[in-house]
């Protein structure tokens, strides 16, 4: 009896993470419009609704009952399999992202999180890693030059930016001692893992633009070479499933994490911990903040060449992984 | 004749900037100005931007109205042309102008008492490019292009302007800007004070 409660209580928590994903990312669809249209100085989606807020539902509708196209020549299973592979690993990472800290409604505790693993990190890695799958597949599936050379570029990225994402993560894990994403939360309570691991940060940065996609590093999509890059044969909702997971699902989980490790998670801003705000808005606070830092990011740069990229993840951001482990290693012996 | 390639050094980067990312920042700083400032666009179908008083619309025709130029007092006794009807006196002029004369369909008829009378006058508005030489080439500024710039239709057959249409056309356009000045420059004090003055030779 007991474990039916535990499997309904955690399949009704992993359906509200997964249904306020979806429309958390559709809204943020919104947000990145408006954003952009601003810094070009045009209004961005101002007609279905109040100041366009309607237009991601729109949107959807559209691209669900838009013709699904496949084309002849494809490998029907991978191109089927490429999308999934690309959106399910992205929105798995929630299952170990906490936004807050448990607290009781009507004698019921409620953890705001899946489950608290004490490998957390290591399968947020794993899931990172997975969903490049979908770009290759979907690059190789298609059966088209253009997806090919996309989905290639983002392996050889995604080779480099992995590693270093890697090696970068390894600060606040010696600092915490743990694995675990809630623990490293809760080490941060007297200060933020910012402090000594400032290259790690730097690191990170990079590796979720070159992870995610975004400007400075979207060589996959690369649309004034590439068409659209991996995903150009691809239609419908198919095709929706693959910006929504790399641009929206990927930044906001990953930017969580960044938030995570190295801004104390659902912890107070120094100073302002008097104010009645509960943990989880804290949070959402943050992750919103570094998600509009890479929009801001990804609206400003041109688009490095593959061969720059790849060079910047192996020539400098691994040896300033590295790094930062040594600082991060003398600062647990000399502050403890 | 060989080519001659001339090899430009790449601007080199100093520490600083390789550093600190001085080159993001400034771009950034430029996209979060623009984000605060005010947006430039119109939204179009609620809100419409005037053109300016000489820009190239649809045509229009003049109307009798005591406002002719001179060449007009000249030609008149030709013509039969009662007062608010269109002062052209179908010379064709528009026409030989017309980098694509088929387009303009004018027809004028003798009356009994000997007088020319305009018939028909037709413009085919899909060949036309707008250029603008047929109001140049009127002796008697009847033909002109207003302010109107939305000319698309469901059918190619009201893409086909005429006589009455026209001259509606120009009336409601001289009603609302014929005194307006026909410049789009600024004045010479000001263009002066901008850009210093011009200096004529002595003879």
Request: a neutral charge; proline letters at 6%; one cysteine or more.
């Amino acid at each position: 009896m007991e474990l039916l409660g535990v499997i309904v209580g955690i399949s009704l928590k992993a359906l509200i993470f997964i249904i306020g994903m979806f429309l958390g990312a559709a809204y943020l669809t919104w947000i990145e419009r408006k954003f952009a249209g601003h810094i070009q100085q045009r209004p961005g989606p101002l007609h279905v609704g109040y100041h366009g807020l309607l237009q991601p539902i729109a949107d959807a509708l559209k691209v669900l009952t838009k013709e699904d196209l496949v084309p002849d020549g494809v490998d029907k299973f991978l191109f089927y399999l490429a999308s999934l592979m690309a959106f399910v690993p992205a929105i798995m990472i929630l299952a170990v992202v906490p936004f807050g800290e448990p607290f009781n409604i009507f004698g019921l505790e409620i953890k705001p999180y899946i489950t608290d693993l004490n490998i957390a990190l290591i399968l947020a890695l794993a899931f990172g890693s997975i969903s490049i799958y979908g770009v290759i597949f979907a690059g190789w599936a298609s059966n088209s030059k253009y997806p090919m050379i996309g989905g290639l570029r983002k392996a050889a990225v995604l080779i480099g930016y992995e590693v270093a994402l890697g090696f970068a993560m390894v600060g606040p894990i010696m600092q915490a001692g743990s694995f675990s994403l809630k623990e490293i939360v809760e080490a941060q309570s007297s200060y933020w893992f910012i402090i000594p691991n400032i290259l790690g940060f730097v690191v990170i940065l990079f590796a979720i633009l070159a992870e995610t996609g975004r400007t400075p590093f979207d060589v996959q999509e690369a649309e004034a070479e590439l068409v659209s890059g991996y995903n150009t044969e691809y239609t419908a909702m198919k095709f929706g499933l693959f910006p929504l997971a790399e641009w929206y699902i990927a930044t906001f989980v990953l930017s969580a994490i960044a938030v995570i490790l190295f801004f104390g998670g659902w912890q107070p801003f120094p100073l302002l911990g008097w104010l009645p705000i509960p943990g989880i808005v804290w949070f959402f606070i943050k992750v919103f903040a570094l998600f509009m830092f890479f929009l801001w990011v990804h609206w400003t740069l041109p688009r490095y060449r593959v061969d720059q990229i790849t060079e910047l993840a192996w020539k400098v951001m691994l040896p300033l992984a590295l790094a930062n482990i040594f600082i991060v290693a003398l600062w647990v012996i000399i502050v403890g | 004749m060989a080519v001659k390639i001339k090899y430009l050094e790449r601007p080199k980067l100093t520490n600083k900037e390789r550093i600190l990312f001085i080159d993001f920042i400034k771009g950034m700083q430029i996209t979060i100005k623009n984000f605060f400032k005010k947006t430039i666009t119109t939204a179009y179908p609620y809100e419409k931007l005037t053109p300016p008083k000489r820009f190239r619309g649809t045509h229009g025709h003049r109307i009798k109205d005591g406002k002719e130029p001179p060449s007009f007092k000249v030609l008149e006794k030709f013509l039969e042309i009662k007062d608010g009807e269109s002062r052209c006196v179908a010379c064709y002029m528009c026409q030989q102008a017309c980098p694509v004369p088929e387009l303009f369909k004018i027809e004028a008829e003798q009356l009994p008492n000997g007088k020319k009378r305009l018939k028909r006058f037709d413009m085919n508005l899909l060949n036309c490019m707008y250029c603008g030489l047929c109001t140049e080439a009127c002796p008697v500024d009847c033909i002109i292009m207003t302010d109107e710039y939305e000319t698309a239709s469901y059918t190619r057959a009201n893409c086909v302007i005429h006589l009455d249409d026209m001259v509606e056309r120009a009336k409601d356009y001289d009603k609302r800007r014929f005194n307006e000045p026909d410049r789009i420059w600024i004045d010479d004090k000001e263009r002066s004070k901008l850009w210093g003055q011009i200096k004529w030779s002595n003879n």
